[in-house]
């Protein structure tokens, strides 16, 4: 069934493509984010015509960057959020990057057992795609999936992460606002509301304030107001809300897409948002440079020959991991050379 699939995607012309993407195809869709995803060369070149025919229709969607740690709920509020969206006339697009596996690669969770609603809404595209590893949680590949998405016309975007490691940093060079989702009962995670993460968060939402846990959620938003009064380093422009909200009640969800298009729109007038996708513009050109040394330094003969050699050595205190990496590059550029 896959080498079918593989088949039938391949079949497909560039134009063939960007018209399938231009109408809404969610199939089409789905292949041309596969493309951009894969490994193979001839898929990648194929990949970036379609995006370079595709560029002028994208830029007009809201991109809204959602993380927190594992457990905040993070799926079951963009399924609940998202279903409120698409049933106002939004076409939403949820790229969500799942933890992989660290033997196949593959992704371990499944976009409609996480958001069930959403997933079978005729308005709305997930997208669920393994991490391969990648720093921070959010492919490289994120970027050309948003894209892409928004020609198809998803005005709303969503990019949930894994939560973990340097992800909230990652999602925010992708994003217009970046919701950071917290729970109730804030004690010790209130420790690890540092600076950085206030920085970078335009909204908190303490997720699951409802039943047992909604006295607890309305303390936790206090102490988090206090830490943003105390932490918070404003430019005079925004101010970050800390909402509560239940993503299985719906209590809440309403100001939370409020605040979330408010933030926009003051993007919008103050012309912070053209100034932001051109530092992300930026950004993401030294990504695609990152990305092409480091896989041509890997592939390189001379460097895969000595490599092993180097770890065991290193691995045995024979050779420092610095010595190592010096004499590996030095390989590379000459091999280059």
């Known amino acids: 069934m896959k080498n079918s699939q593989a088949s039938d995607r391949r079949t497909l012309s560039v134009d063939e493509y960007v018209e399938g993407i231009r109408r809404g195809s969610r199939r089409i869709l789905a292949q041309a984010i596969t493309l951009a995803e894969s490994q193979q060369e001839a898929d990648g070149q194929q990949a970036q015509e ?13 991109r809204i960057g959602i993380s927190g740690i594992p457990g905040v709920g993070k799926s079951t509020l963009i399924d609940a959020l998202g279903m409120r969206l698409v049933e106002s006339e939004h076409r939403v697009a ?38 391969a590893q990648s720093l921070g949680g959010v492919t490289l590949r994120t970027r050309e999936s948003m894209l892409l998405c928004e020609a198809a016309g998803y005005d709303v975007v969503l990019v949930e992460t894994v939560g973990v490691g340097q992800s909230e940093t990652m999602v925010a060079n992708l994003v217009d606002t970046f919701l950071l989702l ?4 804030a004690g010790d995670e209130l420790q690890g509301l540092k600076k950085g993460i206030v920085e970078l968060a335009d909204i908190i939402a303490v997720n ?25 380093d404003k430019d005079g422009t925004w101010s970050p809300p ?6 299985q009640t719906g209590d809440g969800l309403s100001e939370l897409w409020h605040s979330l298009r408010e933030h ?5 007038a103050t012309g912070g948002l053209e100034s932001k996708r051109q530092e992300q513009l930026k950004d993401w050109i030294w990504t695609v440079i990152e990305e092409r040394l480091l896989s041509t330094f890997r592939s390189d003969p001379g460097v895969q020959k000595r490599l092993r050699e180097i770890q065991i050595e290193v691995g ?22």
């Open 182 to 185: 917290m729970l109730p009962g």
């Open 94 to 131: 949820v790229l969500a990057v799942d933890p992989s596996s660290s033997l196949s690669g593959g992704s371990i969770l499944g976009d409609k057992s996480r958001m069930p609603r959403l997933a079978s809404a005729d308005g709305a595209f997930i997208r669920p795609s393994p991490n």
């Open 208 to 232: 699951k304030a409802d039943n047992d846990n909604l006295a607890k959620a309305r303390i936790a938003q206090q102490e988090y107001m206090a830490a943003l009064h105390y932490l918070a």
């Open 316 to 337: 045995q205190g024979r050779l420092t991991a610095s010595v190592g990496a010096d004499e590996l590059v030095r390989i590379y550029r000459e091999t280059g050379d």
């Open 50 to 62: 379609i995006l370079k025919q595709l560029v002028p229709f994208t830029g007009e969607s809201h």
């Open 264 to 268: 926009r729109t003051m993007l919008v």
């Open 242 to 247: 800390v909402l509560t909200v239940s993503a």
